[in-house]
């Protein structure tokens, strides 16, 4: 017996044979079932609840950047679903994309801009697989024609260098560079597996490589130097995935792995004590030049959860506006990059045509208004544009430069405070500017308004990690 599986202990039961598993920070597990299952399996184990179902057989599911909806891969559909987590509400994300339509949608991987890479497996015994990705907006292309022999799991490399794919016929792992603008690159082999089905795909910290099989029942390791052992003997598929856990200490390392087993009825927890590499869905990094720095995600208690109200859930900006000053590049541009992550409309005010550029690659739901916000005039025009084009304001992000943006008044920096009702005619203020700004937001009350800070004040505030 493999040590390891002494560590290991049936986490949930009772499930319609899951083929993947995906873990969101919260610490809830979730995973699919052969009948358009969706489960949701508090952070415990002990309560298992459906919480959608597609009327297909759901195989790969992927949290978003942020953790605010899911992709469900459904073979029974031939489809990728958007799960919205607040809301529950399911809805179409893609049938296909660049003149093709899925067979096979396996698996799904998010990078940390909110890109989304699929798999596409093709048909069995044919080499037809594929990857397609869609955009943040949800624009779709075949990102590589392949063919691959049933491209199956995937998992993104360190640093977003390689995606990184399961191929069950080969049987081995390939990987295809990723290239700055996003593009593929050169494919190129990582290691075979005879006698296998490789399945599923994960990262440990130090850049191993995980690969779970289908047939035989085991797990491999694969580190930099391509030299394959046995790693875990465990029934079923998509295993291991390194995520977050449940206890908090052990949070901070992501050190267990968590196993779906297609060919039986439970999710298997293992206490691998090996960290895991973080998914984009755990990562609030931005790397900006050699500077990184990470994004605190205010959480705010779910009353409405029955099973245990010490849940929390992040806040959500899906269908909000965020208005980003200096937001064309340096900080400003990544801040402009995580709210439209975060499903945020984008409104970017800066006085470099940068900005066009950065909000033509985000896609629609970005706007640009040239703007220098030491001029009132022109503040004032582009918050009511940024207002009549996505009907109200939630967000004031300042970024840009300017003297004024560290001054206060009182005991507080000019501008909207945390909290502040955004009724019309409700003031909106750059701390820039001398004088209020006044814009019809067309928020409904009771809504709010956030202003945030310049990033270097946040610093002095203890608001950023950096390091």
Same mark, same amino acid.
């Given at each position: ?9 049936? %986490? ?18 979730? @995973?699919?079932?052969? @009948? ?56 179409? %994300? ?7 339509? %899925? ?19 093709? @048909? ?7 990857? +397609? ?207 439209? $992550? ?62 004024? +943006? ?38 409904? $009350? ?16 203890? @608001?950023?990690?950096?390091?």
């Amino acid at each position: 017996m493999h040590p390891l599986l002494s560590k290991s202990t049936i %986490f949930a039961d009772g499930l319609d044979h899951p083929e993947c598993v995906a873990v969101h920070p919260d610490g809830t597990v979730w @995973a699919g079932g052969e @009948a358009g299952q969706v489960y949701r399996i508090s952070a415990d184990g002990k309560t298992v609840e459906e919480v959608a179902n597609t009327g297909g057989f759901i195989l790969g599911l992927a949290f978003s950047p942020g953790a605010n909806w899911l992709a469900i891969c459904d073979l029974g559909k031939k489809r990728v679903w958007r799960l919205d987590l607040p809301s529950l509400k399911l809805s179409l %994300f893609a049938d296909g994309a660049g003149g093709h339509r %899925f067979n096979i949608p396996n698996y799904a991987v998010f990078d940390k801009m909110g890109n989304l890479y699929v798999s596409e497996s093709g @048909a069995f015994r044919q080499v037809t697989g594929k990857v +397609l990705k869609f955009s943040p907006s949800g624009n779709g292309e075949i990102w590589h024609d392949g063919g691959f022999n049933f491209s199956n799991g995937m998992a993104m490399g360190p640093a977003e260098k390689y995606l990184y794919l399961a191929v069950s016929f080969l049987p081995g792992v390939e990987r295809v560079e990723i290239l700055t603008d996003g593009s593929a690159g050169k494919r190129s082999l990582v290691c075979t597996l005879p006698e296998s089905v490789p399945d599923g795909l994960a990262f440990d910290a130090d850049g191993n490589l995980y690969v779970s099989c289908y047939c035989p029942e085991q797990d491999f390791q694969s580190n930099a130097q391509r030299r394959n052992h046995g790693f875990l003997w465990a029934t079923g598929r998509r295993t291991p995935c390194p995520t977050r856990p449940t206890l908090p200490s052990a949070a901070r390392n992501l050190d267990q792995l968590f196993a779906a087993n297609l060919g039986r009825w439970h999710i298997t927890k293992i206490d691998a004590g090996v960290r895991g590499l973080p998914l984009a869905s755990h990562n609030n990094e931005v790397e900006i030049g050699k500077l990184k720095i990470r994004f605190l995600r205010p959480q705010f208690p779910n009353s409405t959860n029955s099973t245990n109200s010490l849940i929390h859930q992040p806040m959500s900006f899906t269908n909000k506006t965020a208005v980003i000053t200096g937001g064309a590049k340096g900080i400003g541009g990544a801040c402009s990059r995580i709210f439209y $992550r975060e499903n945020a409309n984008v409104v970017i005010l800066d006085t470099d045509p940068l900005g066009q550029e950065l909000a033509d690659k985000l896609g629609e739901r970005a706007l640009f208004i040239q703007c220098d916000v030491s001029k009132e005039t022109q503040v004032k025009q582009a918050m009511e544009k940024a207002a009549a084009t996505f009907g109200g304001i939630a967000v004031l992000s300042q970024q840009c430069g300017h003297p004024a +943006l560290l001054q206060s008044h009182g005991n507080q920096r000019r501008g909207v405070g945390l909290g502040d009702e955004c009724q019309p005619e409700k003031r909106l203020s750059l701390c820039q500017t001398r004088h209020p700004v006044h814009v019809k937001t067309g928020q409904r $009350r009771g809504h709010q308004c956030v202003e945030c800070a310049g990033l270097h004040f946040a610093a002095k505030r203890g @608001a950023l990690h950096h390091f």
